[in-house]
């Protein structure tokens, strides 16, 4: 089975700019969730995807969305970069977002944004 | 409140035990959960607890849960260079997001 994919796997952006990530999570998985990885503040919660609807949201501004489709790809946009939106990004699928089903995780995108 | 927290740093020497040690707050959370961070790769989960048990082990791996004080630990036995990672604990927050410590960044020296 193939694991979860994002792409692409690097970004350089400037100021101002808009971004969008890509993740395909394992197939049969319906819950798509995203992750920002940073040195300074570890790993935050983007947001949580269910068969197209986003169920929870994470403390990141509305330049911050995402949207999940029909075969539970699912895309994060950032729009008017900052300096300090450079990152890991990271998505997750399973089958369902709940305690008991294992998140698995894709290798991530890492954005530079200068 | 949604707060999980870990030492940031621990080195040991090859064959010797690493312990890393996690506190959490939420203790509405069945599941504990343990992941490793290779360079340059996602998360994978290496192991995790239910909240009911005190200790479960995994070969090199134990983990241990003290509920009444909220504390979590990871004891990788024998540790290898391959073992260099960065290990999270997490849990599920009681408003449904898997919360991360802040990492912490174990070193072996052979």
């Known amino acids: 089975k193939a694991g979860v994919t994002q792409t692409p796997r690097y970004l350089i952006k400037t100021r101002g700019q808009q971004v969008t990530l890509s993740c395909s999570p394992i197939?049969?998985?319906?819950?798509v969730s995203w992750y920002q990885q940073t040195p300074g503040q570890g790993l935050q919660f983007l947001f949580e995807?269910?068969?197209?609807?986003?169920?929870n949201k994470g403390n990141f501004p509305g330049r911050f969305s995402g949207r999940q489709f029909s075969n539970s790809r699912s895309e994060m946009n950032v729009s008017t970069l900052e300096l300090g939106d450079s990152a890991l990004y990271l998505c997750?699928?399973?089958?369902?977002?709940?305690?008991?089903?294992?998140?698995?995780f894709g290798p991530g995108t890492r954005l530079l944004v200068l | 409140g949604e707060d999980v927290e870990q030492s940031l740093f621990l080195s040991v020497r090859e064959g010797d035990s690493s312990v890393i040690n996690c506190t959490y707050t939420?203790?509405?959370?069945?599941?504990l959960y343990w992941y490793k961070q290779e360079p340059g790769a996602g998360l994978q989960l290496l192991t995790y607890?239910?909240?009911?048990?005190d200790m479960k082990q995994d070969q090199r791996l134990t983990v241990l849960l003290n509920k009444k004080d909220k504390h979590l630990s990871l004891r990788i036995a024998d540790t290898q260079t391959g073992d260099s990672a960065i290990y999270f604990c997490?849990?599920?927050?009681?408003?449904?997001?898997?919360?991360f410590g802040q990492g912490t960044t174990l070193q072996v020296k052979p």
């Open positions: 607890i239910f909240s009911n048990m």
């Open positions: 997490a849990e599920f927050s009681n408003t449904g997001k898997l919360i």
């Open positions: 997750a699928s399973s089958r369902q977002y709940r305690e008991e089903e294992t998140q698995y």
């Open positions: 995807y269910f068969s197209e609807t986003q169920r």
């Open positions: 939420d203790s509405s959370s069945t599941y």
């Open positions: 197939s049969g998985h319906r819950s």
